[in-house]
T-cell receptor
Framework: KQEVTQIPAALSVPEGENLVLNCSFTDSAIYNLQWFRQDPGKGLTSLLLIQSSQREQTSGRLNASLDKSSGRSTLYIAASQPGDSATYLCAVEMDSSYKLIFGSGTRLLVRP | DAGITQSPRHKVTETGTPVTLRCHQTENHRYMYWYRQDPGHGLRLIHYSYGVKDTDKGEVSDGYSVSRSKTEDFLLTLESATSSQTSVYFC?????????????FGEGSWLTVV
């Protein structure tokens, strides 16, 4: 059974820091991996999607990498801002199942 | 914006009563999902649909049923609500075309069973 783990569970950093959020999964036979952002009381917003054949995706200050063989993905946020404060979740999709399996998320606070 | 609307957004109901949550989409996406989100458990899949009248169970389907009689609507029914079903329920759809495989979520439905 696929399990997705996110470390750390919570993170507090001063504004301007570069930071890395980690996601690990136990079964490397994934179809793709997505990173989401969730603001309090809101739904999830897709940030980046990495297909299993890709190594990384970039969008603005965000960069996500994927290493299937080691079962790891990282989300790199450059020059963090208070507006980046949110919970970040990763989710993997298994081959052809079209079902996402989520980690529990990392709650990020960027202090002004 | 993938045009997803959930209703009701907030509901308080009594134990033992049936409850139906509605997910409406405006873009004819084939795949729709219902998740619940609970502290310590993250998001867990309840049921999903891959077309009109085509549905399947997810990880935590006991006590829930779904129906999809039209492409745009996916209904989640709690047949007899229990306190353990107090949760936030999210509907999601799978994008197609240039946004293929990206998952879009609704704003959530907060359900309290007392």
């Amino acid at each position: 059974k696929q399990e997705v783990t996110q470390i750390p569970a919570a993170l507090s950093v001063p504004e301007g820091e570069n930071l890395v959020l980690n996601c690990s999964f136990t079964d490397s036979a994934i179809y793709n991996l997505q990173w989401f952002r969730q603001d309090p009381g809101k739904g999830l917003t897709s940030l980046l999607l990495i297909q299993s054949s890709q190594r990384e995706q970039t969008s603005g200050r965000l960069n996500a990498s994927l290493d299937k063989s080691s079962g790891r993905s990282t989300l790199y946020i450059a020059a963090s801002q208070p507006g980046d404060s949110a919970t970040y979740l990763c989710a993997v999709e298994m081959d052809s199942s079209y079902k996402l399996i989520f980690g529990s998320g990392t709650r990020l606070l960027v202090r002004p | 914006d993938a045009g997803i609307t959930q209703s009701p957004r907030h509901k308080v109901t009594e134990t033992g009563t049936p409850v139906t949550l509605r997910c409406h989409q405006t873009e004819n996406h084939r795949y729709m999902y219902w998740y619940r989100q609970d502290p310590g458990h993250g998001l867990r899949l309840i049921h999903y649909s891959y077309g009109v009248k085509d549905t399947d169970k997810g990880e935590v389907s006991d006590g829930y049923s779904v129906s999809r009689s039209k492409t745009e609507d996916f209904l989640l029914t709690l047949e007899s609500a229990t306190s353990s079903q107090t949760s936030v329920y999210f509907c999601a759809i799978r994008g197609t075309g240039s946004s293929g495989n990206t998952i879009y979520f609704g704003e959530g439905s907060w359900l309290t069973v007392v």
